[in-house]
């Protein structure tokens, strides 16, 4: 009777491990869909704060000769925290004549686009304030001047300039690019109004031409970072060796020239306008998921017009470009390094081509006067029916055809752009 | 060796291998359901949501909701050129036109080939006299793609009507795969005056389905959507709700595709809605 028992146990275990091993290896899912996906919160790099998104552009001295700091140039740290020094210690301002009276000495920051005074500048100053400059003369140093979005001026009274302040702030400019302000005479045919300063480095810039290699990214991780679910992502794998990701609802393309292009319409139109910290911050946290904000990539004073607050389109939409800072020059080709369109629902469109210097092609040499190329690009606009005045000619290397070369951009108002080679003087493109 | 040891061994051995497999099932994720099912009552919600929208239901309402995954396509190398020569035959000329078209001709037949691999043939062959009913059409359609051996065992006729005064008939057969419909790849014949006049063939190779399944959204869930979007489809009866699968159309070798409930009406026309996420894939598509 007992061996019985035994024999019917024995049997009844064997049948429960054939159900138990039945079940586990056909009854449940592979773990990966049993699951629900983890979000894993993938970011690249660090948060930009907003303080060193908007680095002004600083420019110290008189007449014609001026010297200039670039947000990335050396010294452009220690000279901003000095005249912010001023700003905080100056009383609440009130409104002011233009100070185009001023002579002598002179110190300006032009901001890449009006900034929120309270964001950063000082407490003191009105909430409502967008600055787009601030000045300082050494005719009235007690005093420091704002100029507003509109192009109306206010002034903020010192009651003292700190011990030794205006030594060390022209100390902090050695570090900088010596220019010449040139007249409106010397730019002709183009034309230049008298109130745009266009400044050139006194001493032309040696640049050689480079080869570039296009930023690398863990497409992985990007890949992770903004499709949460990887079940529901659809690959496409088109002819022209680009790879499209898609869940229906976004879309992210990889070229294989590392090029990052990525959409959700669904982001679209924005239904809360962003003041521009807030919109700002909503920038860094949107690059920092989707492949980072290397430290050579700037906020271009010069790419105002392009950039947030004022471009907001319909339905509060914000557009802020990136262009990428490398051995002291911007790089600059037809799209911008990075270009963001977002909403406070989200990004809507990306585009991100970020191409580093790679090795030099040849020896360095000086770029020609860019008066020589005044002429050619006179001829090379005749044909526009549009053309804007002249606002801005500066050194910087034309990304194109797998080379970065060295260039004078011709920039114009309203946007318009004629990249000149540097050595040769002949046109390379224009956007 | 003694039996009773033996046995007493094996229940042990037994004992534990059960416990061992126990505990991994208890401590493994829940199993899911393999697959969601509307009630009846849910079914009654489907016709109610499409009548309060002003559509005509005269389909029958798929109760299951399966868990599935997406499925590769690739298009076929040379696929083209082997359908060139079927309607053609061997040593045609081809000519580029600008929009990137490549059209076949000989002797007043043509075949016109899209970037994206579309081929469409084109017959100059004259009209007869023909009272031929809509099946005669459709076996005349069979055939004639048979005799050119493009007849394949995964098509089924999926659409059709009679177009015109003269009686002229549009077959649309669908490509299947594991049994779902692949409601982008085509083949697509018109029968006029007992004359194929025209057929449009785009076809993908499937590669099978990827490793990671999800569950699909119910029949009721994709017509709550349907009927939120703004007018998009013309038909107000709708003769098909199915679960298939959908692409738009891409210039690229190879892709996924993903699974959708495609809501059709009468004339042809159909909304695709994602059967993952719930997207409108695309609206109105012919």
Redesign the interface.
């Known amino acids: 009777m007992r ?1 019985r028992v ?2 019917g ?2 049997l009844l ?2 049948g ?2 054939i159900i ?2 039945g ?2 290896l056909f ?9 629900p996906p983890a979000y894993e919160r993938l970011t690249f790099g660090e948060l930009r704060p907003p303080t060193e998104q908007l680095v002004p552009r600083l420019r110290l001295g008189a007449e014609d000769a001026w010297w200039v700091l670039e947000p990335w140039d050396e010294g452009q740290s220690t000279a901003w925290a000095l005249l912010l020094e001023l700003i905080h210690a100056g009383k609440p301002p009130e409104g002011a004549a233009p100070p185009h009276k001023m002579t002598g000495t002179a110190a300006h920051a032009f901001f890449a686009m009006p900034v929120k005074a309270r964001l950063w500048l000082s407490a003191s100053l009105p909430a409502e304030l967008r600055v787009a400059e601030v000045a300082w003369f050494a005719q009235e140093p007690l005093k420091i001047w704002f100029k507003d979005h509109q192009g109306s001026w206010l002034t903020s009274e010192l009651s003292l300039l700190p011990d030794g302040w205006e030594e060390q702030f022209m100390n902090a400019f050695a570090g900088g690019v010596r220019h010449r302000l040139w007249s409106a005479a010397e730019w002709e045919p183009l034309v230049v109004d008298g109130e745009d300063k266009i400044l050139i480095p006194e001493d032309l810039p040696y640049l050689a031409p480079f080869s570039i290699r296009s930023e690398m990214l863990d497409t992985e991780k990007l890949l992770r970072s903004i499709f949460i ?4 992502v ?7 060796g680009a790879v ?1 990701y898609t ?3 976004r879309g992210l393309r990889l070229f294989p020239s590392g090029q990052i292009g990525y959409t959700s319409p669904k982001s679209e139109p924005g239904q809360e306008a962003m003041e521009l910290g807030q919109a700002l911050r909503r920038a860094a946290q949107y690059l920092q998921f989707m492949g980072g904000w290397p430290v050579h990539l700037w906020v271009d004073p010069f790419s105002a017009a392009q950039n947030l607050p004022g471009s907001h389109l319909q339905g509060q939409v914000e557009t802020i470009s990136l262009v990428s800072v490398q051995e002291g020059m911007r790089l600059l080709a037809a799209e911008p390094a990075v270009k963001l369109l977002f909403s406070d629902r989200g990004v809507i469109d990306y585009k991100r081509q970020i191409v580093l210097l790679d090795s030099p092609l040849g020896a360095e040499r000086a770029l020609i006067d860019p008066r020589q190329a005044v002429q050619s690009v006179a001829e090379y606009l005749k044909a526009e029916t549009t053309v804007g005045r002249l606002i801005q000619v500066y050194p910087a290397y034309y990304v194109g055809h797998g080379t970065a070369q060295p260039a004078w951009v011709f920039l114009f108002k309203h946007g318009q752009t004629v990249f000149v080679q540097g050595h040769t003087g002949q046109i390379l493109a224009s956007n | 060796m003694d039996l009773s040891k033996a046995k007493n061994i094996l229940i042990l051995a037994f004992l534990l291998l059960n416990l061992f497999l126990s505990y991994r099932l208890w401590f493994s994720p829940q199993p899911l359901q393999a697959g969601r099912s509307l009630s009846g009552e849910d079914l009654e919600k489907v016709r109610v949501l499409l009548t309060a929208a002003g559509y005509e239901l005269a389909a029958p309402i798929p109760r299951q909701a399966p868990r599935l995954s997406l499925l590769h396509v690739y298009r076929e190398p040379q696929q083209s050129d082997a359908l060139v020569e079927m309607f053609l035959g061997a040593d045609v000329a081809e000519s580029v036109t600008t929009n990137g078209l490549t059209v076949f001709a000989k002797e007043g037949n043509s075949v016109t080939v899209t970037p994206s691999g579309q081929v469409v043939f084109r017959s100059a062959a004259k009209r007869k006299n023909s009272l031929a009913s809509m099946e005669e059409n459709r076996q005349l359609a069979e055939l004639f793609l048979q005799e050119r051996g493009l007849w394949r065992e995964d098509l089924k006729l999926d659409f059709f009507r009679s177009r015109g005064a003269k009686g002229d008939s549009f077959f649309r057969f669908v490509q299947t795969y594991h049994g779902f419909p692949l409601f982008f790849s085509t083949v697509e014949v018109l029968v006029a005056a007992g004359q194929v006049r025209e057929v449009t063939i785009y076809r993908v190779a499937s590669q099978g389905f990827s490793s990671k399944e999800v569950q699909v959204i119910s029949a009721l869930e994709a017509v709550q959507i349907f009927v939120e979007q703004p007018s998009v489809m013309p038909a107000q009866k709708i003769t098909d709700i199915s679960l298939g699968y959908f692409s738009e159309d891409y210039d690229a070798e190879r892709w996924e595709t993903v699974p959708v409930w495609r809501i059709a009406g009468v004339d042809g026309t159909a909304v695709y809605i994602n059967a993952f996420n719930g997207e409108v894939e695309t609206s109105v598509l012919k």
Do not use: H
């Open positions: 061996e035994k024999t146990l024995l275990l064997v429960i491990s138990l091993t079940r586990l009854g449940q899912p592979a773990l990966e869909t049993a699951l679910n990887q079940a529901m659809r690959r496409i794998e088109e002819r022209d499209i869940d229906g609802q």
